[in-house]
C-alpha cells in the first residue's frame, strides 16, 4: 500500500473512471433516476412533522439504490476486464447484500458510540446541552472518519468476492489511515466543488426547488471515483 503515492492512486481513479463514462452511464441510470424519484419525494414531504424520520429514510434509501454502482465499479477496478464485465449491472447478489452488511455493521457501532459520547458529556457538561450536542457530533464525525479508513478496505474484498472483514481490514491498514484518509479527501474535493458552484446556480434559477437534483447527480457521480481509489 505504501509503495503507491496519494496523487498516483486519485489521478488512475479519475483517469479510470472518466475514460469509461459510457459503462458507468449505462450502470447508473437506474440508479439516477431512482435518487431522482426519491429527491422529490421528499420535497412533496418537506413540511411533514416526522422530518427527521424521512431524512433518515432518504439517507438508507440512498445508499441501497447506490451500492450495486459501488460494487460495480470496485469490480471494474480491481478485477481483469473479462472476468469484471459480465458481473457489471444494476443488481442485488451475495456482494451486494454483503457489502451492504458492513455499511450496517459500521452504522450501528456508530451510533452506539454516539450514544455513549452523549452520556458521558451529559453527565461532564450538564446544564450546558449546546456544548455536549455540539462535542457529540464533533465526536462522532470523527470515529466515522476513523472508522470509514481503517475499515474501508472491507467494502472493495466484499463486491470481489475476498473474506476481508471490517476487523481484518481495521488490521491491514494499520499505520496508514492518514494516507487513506488524504486519498479519499483528494478524491471527494473536485466533486464537493463542483457540486456547491452548480447547487448555487440552480438555486438561483430555481428557487422553488433548489438544487436537490444537481446534488443528486454529483453524489452518483463521485461514488465510482471512490470506488476506484
Not at 18 to 45: E, G, H, Q
Given at each position: ?37 426519491l429527491?422529490i ?76 459520547a ?9 446544564g ?17 472518519v ?20 471490517l ?63
Amino acid at each position: 500500500m505504501s509503495s503507491f503515492t496519494v496523487n498516483q492512486v486519485v489521478g488512475d481513479a479519475y483517469r479510470l473512471t472518466f475514460s469509461n463514462l459510457r459503462l458507468l452511464a449505462r450502470i447508473a441510470v437506474v440508479p439516477v433516476v431512482l435518487m431522482i424519484v426519491l429527491d422529490i419525494a421528499v420535497a412533496l414531504f418537506a413540511e411533514a412533522r416526522s422530518l427527521i424520520v424521512v431524512h433518515l429514510a432518504n439517507s438508507i434509501l440512498s445508499l441501497i439504490i447506490q451500492i450495486p454502482i459501488w460494487t460495480s465499479w470496485h469490480r471494474f477496478a480491481l478485477l481483469p476486464r473479462e472476468t469484471a464485465l459480465p458481473t457489471m449491472g444494476y443488481f442485488y447478489r451475495r456482494p451486494e447484500l454483503r457489502y451492504l452488511r458492513n455499511f450496517v455493521v459500521l452504522l450501528v457501532l456508530l451510533n452506539v458510540f454516539s450514544a455513549l459520547a452523549l452520556v458521558v458529556l451529559m453527565a461532564v457538561l450538564a446544564g450546558a446541552p449546546q456544548q455536549v450536542f455540539g462535542y457529540t457530533l464533533v465526536l462522532t464525525l470523527t470515529a466515522a472518519v476513523v472508522a470509514y479508513t481503517r475499515c474501508g478496505l472491507a467494502f472493495p474484498a466484499a463486491a470481489v468476492g475476498d473474506p476481508m472483514t471490517l476487523s481484518g481490514s481495521w488490521k491491514a491498514t494499520q499505520g496508514q489511515g492518514l494516507r487513506i484518509f488524504g486519498t479519499m479527501l483528494l478524491a471527494v474535493l473536485p466533486f464537493a466543488a463542483v457540486a456547491l458552484i452548480l447547487g448555487s446556480i440552480q438555486g438561483t434559477l430555481y428557487k422553488a426547488y433548489g438544487a436537490g437534483n444537481i446534488g443528486t447527480l454529483v453524489l452518483v457521480a463521485v461514488g465510482p471515483v471512490v470506488s476506484a481509489v
